[in-house]
């Protein structure tokens, strides 16, 4: 994969996911190469799926949702069936914005946004518990976010 990548592509990647608003003009600019080139350049990236997507980073606190919570997921079957279903659920549901299967002590991290925590325990009692096959969940409600929606380093 990343042996089809030269220097120039790297560099339309690092300048992509630092601004994804950043025009093709000074994208070019910054890579020297032409515009033209820069644009088939950055095509073929999307093409090939090295860019998944481009999107606006909204600000949690900003859209009431600044309370950020981590749910670890214990389901009561391990078999492909009951992942199945249950990451079925889980993408049908808005206020999930990460899920995760994991090795260890949980199936699951589901990372979830709300407004606080009376709102977190409504939809813990609603929603997340009723999520086919969940046996536990133990919540771990976020203090600090240190480092969060970082930028890749390659």
Do not use: W
């Not at 981590?70 to 992942?83: A, C, K, Q, Y």
């Not at 606080?116 to 325990?121: E, G, S, V």
Request: proline fraction near 3%; hydrophobic fraction near 45%.
């Amino acid at each position: 994969m990343s042996a089809e990548l030269d220097k120039i592509d790297y560099k339309i990647l690092r300048l992509l996911q630092q601004d994804g608003r950043i025009g093709n003009a000074e994208i070019a600019k910054r890579v020297n190469v032409s515009a033209a080139t820069c644009h088939r350049r950055t095509q073929r990236l999307f093409e090939d799926g090295y860019i998944q997507n481009v999107r606006a980073q909204i600000a949690p606190d900003k859209v009431d949702r600044g309370a950020l919570v981590m749910v670890g997921v214990v389901l009561d079957r391990s078999t492909p069936e009951s992942f199945g279903a249950f990451e079925a659920a889980c993408r049908a549901l808005p206020f999930i914005l990460d899920c995760h299967l994991v090795a260890g002590d949980f199936d699951y991290f589901l990372k979830i946004r709300v407004r606080d925590m009376a709102d977190f325990n409504h939809l813990h009692g609603d929603q997340l518990i009723a999520l086919p096959g969940v046996r536990q969940t133990r919540t771990f409600f976020v203090m600090k976010e240190v480092v969060d929606n970082a930028l890749l380093a390659f």
